[in-house]
């Protein structure tokens, strides 16, 4: 399962009420599962800024051999090198060209399961485990689909070029496939603290974990660890009623379905998935009646709630301000532009409810853009309207949300506001304490030392 942004959701509200199990064995915020890669491979981006071990982005040294990999230290490298001494030689052979992410993973699965990879297990209790070869491959799917059929064959050519002269054999088509198969539909994106991704990795025992759009745990990482946390009480450890999110939930049910099947293979009945007020809710104009203020469907010709009239003209604004929101947000996938997402929220205005879904996706691509360009009041701003869409749609235990309360909390202590900055440093390490845990890197190292600032500079 291939994680883009992590993503939790849970119906509004549900999460503070107590938990309906009686004697839960497990706890919500509980650790439920760590476990080290089977195969990882940093993203080749980041690789003259990041070690190509613990993933640690810090001053790096070339590998002197192939000059494509680095390392922070000696330890990094020779731990490293049990992995990496099968590649090397490959990698050299094709420098200074750089290899495409996949296929450099590929190259890594296939060296491990030729030096006893097959037979090495991942637990996900003390006596359940998986192997490579219990993996699901989707084997059928990926045959009949030409877009991935495309790009394993470019992947064959690369490594038939990297591997050519060497003991190491490129596997026949049908053997490529089935790892292929097993890497897209199980592979994670590892993500750093802030949530960007910056490596791929399979884990062989949580590969056990389904998806749901309302999950129960969630998967965070430290380093190339991967952490499970629960979510919710659980009544006890049991992995078939055990979910998190592969994909990301701020998206229409038609759109999660869509992603899920088009890399998974799936189709998701999750009761948010089937529930049609998911979408009318995420498609919602606002009433034109301001003392009402609720979320409509635009197509009708009143108010459910207050029997305002739907006009043509509204309809149209809302029809043209759908349009250009969405021409915009996906013309800035890469970078946000501060103005260009302000237009947009000026003709939101009065037109798209609050927790559009379309709203909610400009409010984020406006934070992140302030943040860049250091305009610390806008970012306030959006920073904090962008809440209940975040709670709505990632759910209230979610790492994003944690992290939005970080980063607002943060802001407002540069901005020397620290008595706002207080509640949502706590806020966050309500959340962050929960899907991360409070070992956590994130937590000892960027939120504790804000939280003693915060406190100290509030009274
Ligand atoms: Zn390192
Ligand atoms: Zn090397
Ligand atoms: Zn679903
Ligand atoms: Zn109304």
Same mark, same amino acid.
């Given at each position: 399962m291939e994680m883009r942004k992590s993503s939790i959701a849970k119906a509004?509200?549900? !999460?503070?009420s107590k938990s309906n199990i009686p004697n839960p064995q497990i706890k919500r915020g509980q650790r439920i599962l760590t476990e080290k890669p089977f195969a990882f491979v940093l993203k080749s981006k980041y690789r003259l800024e990041r070690?190509?071990?613990?993933? #640690?982005?810090t001053k790096v040294l070339k590998c002197s051999n192939c000059r494509y990999v680095s390392y922070c230290n000696r330890a990094c490298q020779s731990q490293a090198w049990a992995q990496h001494k099968h590649e090397c030689p490959f990698l050299k052979k094709v420098h200074p060209r750089i290899v495409p992410d996949a296929a450099r993973m590929l190259c890594r699965l296939i060296l491990r399961l030729e030096h006893g990879g097959d037979l090495i297990r991942g637990y996900y209790t003390e006596h359940g485990s998986r192997k490579?070869?219990?993996?699901? !491959?989707h084997y059928a799917e990926i045959k009949n689909d030409p877009m991935r059929l495309e790009h394993l064959d470019s992947l064959h050519a690369v490594l038939t070029d990297m591997m050519a002269e060497s003991p190491s054999t490129v596997p026949n088509k049908t053997e490529l496939m089935s790892i292929y198969g097993r890497l897209i539909t199980n592979g994670f994106n590892v993500l750093d603290a802030e949530m960007n991704s910056i490596a791929t990795a399979i884990y062989l025992g949580v590969s056990i974990t389904d998806h749901s759009c309302q999950p129960n745990a969630v998967a965070t990482f430290e380093g190339n660890e991967l952490h499970i946390h629960a979510i919710e009480d659980m009544e006890c450890l049991d992995w078939s009623k055990i979910f998190i999110s592969y994909i990301d939930l701020l998206n229409t049910p038609e759109e999660r379905r869509l992603d899920l099947k088009e890399h998974y293979y799936f189709l998701c009945c999750c009761s948010k998935c089937i529930d049609p007020q998911e979408t009318k809710e995420m498609m919602a104009a606002l009433c034109p009646n301001r003392n009402c203020g609720i979320g409509i469907n635009? #197509?009708?010709?009143?108010?459910?709630?207050?029997d305002t009239g739907i006009s043509p003209k509204l309809r149209n604004a809302y029809n043209s301000v759908m349009a250009f929101t969405r021409t915009n947000l996906e013309a800035m996938k890469d970078v946000a532009y501060l103005d260009v997402c302000k237009v947009c929220l000026n003709k939101q205005t009065g037109v798209l409810h609050p927790l559009n879904v379309w709203h909610v996706k400009t409010l984020d691509a406006a934070f992140e853009a302030a943040i860049d360009v250091g305009k610390w009041t806008d970012a306030l701003d959006y920073g904090q309207r962008l809440l209940p869409g975040y709670r709505k749609?990632?759910?209230?235990?979610n790492p994003l949300l944690g992290l939005l309360h970080m980063k607002l909390g943060k802001i407002q202590l540069h901005e020397q506001r620290a008595k706002e900055a207080l509640p949502h440093l706590e806020d966050a390490l309500r959340i962050l304490t929960v899907?991360?845990?409070?070992?956590?890197r994130l937590l000892a190292e960027q939120l504790y030392p804000l939280l003693i600032q915060a406190r100290h500079e509030a009274n």
């Open positions: 509004n509200g549900a !999460s503070k070690c190509d071990n613990c993933l #640690e982005a490579f070869r219990d993996l699901m !491959s635009p #197509e009708r010709t009143n108010c459910k709630r207050c749609y990632h759910g209230a235990w899907t991360h845990g409070r070992d956590h």
